[in-house]
């Protein structure tokens, strides 16, 4: 059922599938992370993105035994990684339901959120989610399956324009216009169910690389799925509340869209473009400092162990 409210789960025993954790995620500029967070040993801190809880195991290193640990994940597969401890609690919900679950678990502020907008290894590599153009697999890509709307359902009801703009706005492809309509065209003869289906529709119209072309495409389907950037912008706005002051926020971004975001959010405190004062030209004090003037980015050494965090963009505010 969508958007079914599951406030807390029971956590599996830590035998269950004690390295199941192992091949799920490997996390990404996770000391850079842990340093960014500035963790207290009594403090409360959450994990908006726990999926193989790579970031959340070295959050709770740091935590002694007064701490606390909340994560969220929308995607049911997440629960086999969660470890057996008193300290932890599991949300099985979207991090943009943040601020209800914090209220609901009474803590209303805390010390630091973190954030991996990435999608996981293990989402990527189970073909029967639909993430990846290496399966022919349905097109589903639902991070959570109590939701309906799925990539086929874009492919066979958005319109010619809906699909232009998708495309262009959150796959950055260069043919956008012309992608639209040859779905529309194609899918007038015979349903898009799976990804070999569509693959085979747009081949004609594949520019460069069919792999980054590809990859953009389904980047794009992905996104509006998830509606991925909403729940950023969602996010965002919440942590600003929720943090305390002197609390920190770490989120880590995969493409130039998200860290768009996140970089001009932190800047402004804001989702809107703040016109400066009229009489004096100056604009209101953001309620967040910003602590990496740069995005912090993997190392050669990270980037030799993990390919996937080539990417990956840091970005750390502190509460004033």
């Keep these: 059922m969508a958007n079914r409210m599951v406030p807390e789960q029971t956590i599996p025993d830590a035998d269950m599938d004690a390295n199941a954790h192992l091949d799920y995620h490997v996390p990404v500029l996770l000391k ?71 209220r609901l678990h009474k803590h209303p502020q805390v010390d630091g959120i ?62 956008a216009k012309t992608l639209a309509r040859t779905i529309v065209a194609k899918r007038a003869v015979a349903p898009i169910k799976r990804i070999g289906q569509f693959k085979q529709a747009i081949h004609e119209v594949v520019m460069g690389n069919p792999n980054k072309y590809l990859a953009k495409v389904f980047q794009a389907l992905r996104i509006t799925v998830n509606d991925e950037i909403g729940a950023l912008e969602s996010l965002l706005e919440q942590c600003v509340e929720s943090v305390k002051p002197g609390g920190r926020i770490a989120i880590i971004t995969f493409h130039s869209l998200e860290d768009r975001v996140v970089k001009n959010f932190f800047k402004t405190g804001s989702l809107l473009d703040i016109p400066a004062d009229d009489v004096f030209g100056t604009r ?24 996937r965090s080539r990417s990956a963009k840091l970005r750390i505010a502190e509460k004033k």
């Design 32 to 102: 850079a992370c842990m340093d960014g967070l500035n963790i207290k040993k009594d403090g409360v801190y959450v994990d908006c993105t726990f999926g193989g809880g790579g970031h959340s195991r070295a959050i709770l290193e740091q935590l002694g035994a007064e701490g606390k640990l909340i994560v969220f994940d929308q995607d049911a597969a997440a629960l086999q990684n969660v470890p057996s401890d008193p300290r932890i609690v599991f949300v099985q919900q979207n991090f943009k339901h943040l601020k209800k679950f914090l």
């Design 284 to 307: 209101a004090e953001s309620p967040l400092k910003i602590i990496s003037k740069k995005p912090i980015e993997a190392d050669d050494t990270e980037l030799k162990l993990n390919s």
């Design 114 to 175: 973190l954030a991996d907008l990435g999608v996981s290894s293990h989402q990527f590599d189970e073909a029967e989610r639909g993430f990846s153009i290496r399966f022919d697999a349905a097109l589903d890509m639902r991070m959570d399956h109590r939701q309906t709307l799925t990539a086929a359902t874009i492919l066979e009801k958005y319109s010619e324009q809906e699909l232009q703009k998708m495309f262009e706005q959150y796959g950055e492809v260069t043919n």
